[in-house]
């Protein structure tokens, strides 16, 4: 059955988060909700859980939810997502670029496949979505606001990380980029590079004990915390920030050699 737009919304102000069928694209979607916004939902390959999801947020708030699959990896997957975006919602107030992927390996071991992959979902998928949502928000004459998730790997050299890191400096580039072009239709774009983060993802258990010694502060980042971020930037305080990017992750970026030459 095609989606229908209510026109008893249109006014709401509407989200857009992608990668929300992951632990923390639902945690975000679930805090911009309960904070008044009407929610697209987009994932690539969890659609069965980003489904779940918008039953659950239809269930228990009365903003509206709705689900986009469009898949990054190939050409044309920004394109997709908001031509069914388009097709439902009348505004779009909050964009959120949370869709990404990691792959790690060796410069001697990267495949062409494998780095177009990396590129494709985590900068260039960005860069369109930016173009995209700023369209909308340019015709609708909204200043809004989009928010890009990028890694605190953007600031980092490690081994086996090249393609991987590179993607999300690119990431803080855009942001820079897109905040000076869009300035002047009140649009402002800025980004958040987190660390550790306890996402509830099963990929991630084992990972704690040991990267926690890692972490000046001693903990890892928490999706709310991020979400509170995307409200903050979003909010009247944040009015003259854009092209900017914060740094979530404890104060790891900050070291320049072995933890044991900063801790006790």
Same mark, same amino acid.
């Given at each position: %059955?095609?989606?229908?737009?209510?026109?008893?919304?249109?006014?709401?102000?509407?989200?857009? /988060?992608?990668?929300?069928? !992951?632990? %923390?694209? $639902?945690?975000?979607?679930?805090?911009?909700?309960?904070?008044?916004?009407?929610?697209?939902?987009?994932?690539?390959?969890?659609?069965?859980? *980003?489904?779940?999801?918008?039953?659950?947020? @239809?269930?228990?708030?009365?903003?509206?939810? &709705?689900?986009? @699959? *469009?898949?990054? !990896?190939?050409?044309?997957? *920004?394109?997709?997502?908001?031509?069914?975006?388009?097709?439902?919602? +009348?505004?779009?107030?909050?964009?959120?670029?949370?869709?990404? /992927?990691?792959?790690?390996? #060796?410069?001697?071991?990267?495949?062409?496949? +494998?780095?177009?992959? /990396?590129?494709?979902?985590?900068?260039?998928?960005?860069?369109?979505?930016?173009?995209?949502?700023?369209?909308?928000?340019?015709? +609708? =004459?909204?200043?809004? !606001?989009?928010?890009?998730?990028? #890694?605190?790997?953007?600031? %980092?050299?490690?081994?086996?990380?090249?393609?991987? @890191?590179? $993607?999300? &400096? $690119?990431?803080?580039?855009?942001?820079?980029?897109?905040? /000076?072009?869009?300035? +002047?239709?009140?649009?402002?774009?800025?980004?958040?590079?987190?660390?550790?983060?306890?996402?509830?993802?099963?990929?991630?258990?084992?990972?704690?004990?040991?990267?926690?010694?890692?972490?000046?502060?001693?903990?890892?980042?928490?999706?709310? =915390?991020? *979400?509170?971020?995307?409200?903050?930037?979003?909010?009247?305080?944040?009015? !003259?920030?854009?092209?900017?990017?914060? &740094?979530?992750?404890?104060?790891?970026?900050? %070291?320049?050699?072995?933890?044991?030459?900063?801790?006790?």
């Amino acid at each position: %059955m095609p989606l229908m737009a209510f026109n008893a919304m249109d006014n709401n102000k509407v989200a857009l /988060v992608t990668g929300a069928g !992951s632990g %923390m694209g $639902s945690t975000l979607a679930r805090i911009l909700c309960a904070n008044g916004y009407d929610i697209a939902l987009h994932t690539g390959s969890n659609t069965e859980r *980003a489904n779940a999801l918008k039953e659950e947020l @239809s269930s228990t708030t009365d903003h509206r939810v &709705e689900v986009f @699959s *469009a898949d990054f !990896s190939s050409n044309g997957g *920004a394109l997709n997502l908001f031509e069914q975006f388009n097709k439902v919602f +009348k505004r779009l107030d909050l964009f959120v670029g949370n869709a990404g /992927v990691t792959i790690m390996g #060796s410069m001697l071991d990267m495949t062409e496949q +494998k780095f177009d992959m /990396v590129n494709n979902i985590n900068y260039k998928s960005a860069y369109f979505c930016i173009q995209q949502a700023a369209k909308i928000m340019i015709d +609708k =004459e909204i200043a809004g !606001s989009i928010t890009l998730i990028s #890694s605190n790997h953007h600031a %980092m050299v490690s081994r086996g990380n090249s393609a991987y @890191s590179i $993607s999300k &400096e $690119s990431m803080i580039k855009l942001t820079k980029h897109a905040a /000076v072009e869009f300035a +002047k239709y009140g649009i402002r774009i800025n980004c958040i590079a987190p660390g550790w983060i306890n996402t509830g993802e099963k990929r991630m258990e084992g990972w704690h004990d040991d990267s926690i010694k890692l972490i000046p502060l001693g903990r890892w980042v928490q999706p709310e =915390e991020i *979400a509170q971020w995307i409200l903050f930037l979003n909010g009247p305080a944040a009015l !003259s920030l854009t092209g900017d990017t914060i &740094e979530l992750d404890g104060g790891v970026r900050l %070291m320049a050699g072995p933890p044991a030459t900063y801790f006790d």
